[in-house]
């Protein structure tokens, strides 16, 4: 079994934009494959592996360039092998994953917020200033001086905010992806390759997001918990 970017595809519906691909180079790629006594084993999700991910409509080309193939020995011995083509993430090709027995259920994560702190992951969204503003004002127009009270207020409308604005991460992640998904599965023009590259930047700022929260976090838990791997050496002075 192999599997992989081939660089080229089989048939001409494997490819949308740009110049039709010749006839005659997916010709030697058919021969190739069955010369050596492989077969495609199809694939779930988006058929078009790769994509130059132009700006213009005109120049805006996807192509099946990754796929799986295999022998009957081995179709034999895996019956059930299934071949997902999944999240690109920020490369220009889809990763090729093979499953070859039945798939295991899995369980998504969830952030959720369990005591009151300041989230690092405010920092990049573009109302974080005015939220803190505003609940700094209105503490202080109610004649509030404590600075514990007022920062309690703050991070009070904040993890508010956070819970009925911006919802939880993983949730508004797993919402961009299949926004972002379903749209790249349209056809191309220039409207669907301008929402495609919105998505794009909307998804890379969440997962952004989502590596300051895990970064913050990993701080947090080496600080209370320390590093297994550190030693505490006496001062020695001579």
């Known amino acids: 079994m192999c599997f992989g970017d081939f660089n080229e595809i089989l048939f001409g519906h494997e490819k949308e934009g740009g110049q ?28 078009f592996t790769w994509r130059n991910n132009h700006h213009k409509a005109a120049g805006y080309i996807k192509e099946r360039l990754d796929r799986a193939v295999a022998c009957n020995e081995w179709r034999g011995i895996f019956p059930l092998v299934r071949v997902i083509n999944g999240d690109p993430r920020n490369s220009d090709h889809r990763p090729i994953i093979v499953e070859c027995g039945e798939k295991e259920n899995s369980n998504n994560f969830v952030i959720r917020d369990v005591s009151p702190k300041f989230e690092a992951k405010w920092l990049e969204e573009e109302d974080c200033w005015e939220k803190v503003q505003s609940a700094w004002t209105e503490a202080m127009q109610a004649g509030e001086v404590n600075m514990l009270f007022i920062q309690k207020k703050i991070l009070g409308e904040l993890q508010n905010w956070d819970r009925n604005v911006l919802g939880e991460l993983g949730r508004r992640i797993s919402k961009a992806k299949k926004e972002l998904e379903a749209c790249r599965r349209r056809c191309i023009n220039q409207e669907n390759v301008n929402r495609e590259h919105v998505l794009r930047y909307k998804l890379e700022r969440l997962q952004d997001q989502l590596h300051v929260y895990w970064k913050q976090r ?21």
């Open 20 to 47: 039709p691909r010749a006839a005659s180079c997916m010709e030697r790629f058919r021969n190739t494959l069955e010369d050596c006594g492989l077969e495609d084993l199809g694939c779930e999700g988006d058929m």
């Open 218 to 238: 990993a701080h947090t838990l080496w600080l209370t918990k320390g590093d297994h791997n550190t030693r505490f050496f006496p001062c020695m002075c001579f």
